[in-house]
């Protein structure tokens, strides 16, 4: 080594603050750990092939410190989003009643893609890559994910990563936040035309399946979901007030809707039985029972197409729109959290309203000719 490489190299030495440790390998390459140490946390570390980058991260580091934002980080290094998606499963997951089953598989694609990742390191593009691989894979005879199911994937982890900004502080942001969602469809608007009601009805009457015809009746005239109605135990049919509650709903709440009187009078006509459901599995009473094939069956013979049980839901919306009730009412009887899902209804309800307008037109012509 020359004096000027000698000095140069002693000068580096003495220009080495504290908390920096060079190190030289034994084929003469130099590089420069930083390691940060905080007071009931592991010491953090990062090697650097250069001085200038190893002085200039232990300062942002060092004033992180000071503004109280690098606890967050060094947890970040000491975690990966396995670590964190195991501690949602334990603390979280079990108090989801409900979609607990399609969160828990949505997190494990997440731990399977990601999971080896430190969740200092998690960012956005490795996320959106990961949403254009769910985009693309068949799931089912050759079709594709839908966008609202990658939405859902999405979600699922936001929700673990959210937590662990707020409540665990294992970071300092949540990268999903930065992931752009995919574009998501407005939603089915089918719903039964004048014709098709009471085909469909008939066709539940003479259902081989007793509860079918009144299950789908409580549906038209509430509104509610499938599994809503199915969960429905004899104590949240309150006969004196004529309410159902309907408890442990989709959006998190439980919902009151008033018993029409058709309904009423058929529960009144029915065979009492000793299971908490009203309506019974007969193969294992303890469990709700399932109407698939039966409401298949009916929907084919009524010869009702492209027509789903959910569907019953948005019937009653659009004839409640029809009627001329408001959409904070539609909101109210359908259990919308939000007004942007009944707004879907406006529309047919300002359409329907034209045709009122027109027929009154058309009278006012007569009378006037």
Known sequence: MTNSLKKQTQGEVMNIPPGIDRREAADGTITYRVRIRIKGKKPVSKTFKNLTLAKRWKRAKEAQIENGLYLSYAEAEQHTLAEAITRYEQQVLPLKSRDGRNVARHLQRWKKELGHIKLSHLNPSEIAAIRDRLLTESIQNGKLRSNTTVTRYLASLSHVLSLAVREWQWMNENPC??????KVSAGRKRFLSKEELPRLLTSCKISKNKDLYLIVIIALTTGARLGEILSLKHGDV????????????????????????VVLQLLKARTPNTSIFLFPSKANPSLPCCIRSAWETAVKRA??????????????????AMESVSLREIAEILGHKTMQMTRRYSHIAQEHNRKSVSKLEIILNQADS
Do not use: Q, W
């Not at 936040?177 to 995919?182: A, E, I, S, T």
């Not at 006969?239 to 029409?260: H, L, M, W, Y």
């Open 238 to 261: 309150d006969f004196e007030n004529r309410f159902f509650n309907f408890r442990d709903t989709k959006n998190g709440e439980d919902r009151t809707v008033p018993i029409a009187e």
């Open 177 to 182: 936040l930065k992931v752009k969602k995919p």
């Open 303 to 320: 010869n009702i197409l492209d027509f789903n049980f959910h569907d019953l839901r948005h019937t009653t919306g659009s004839y409640l």
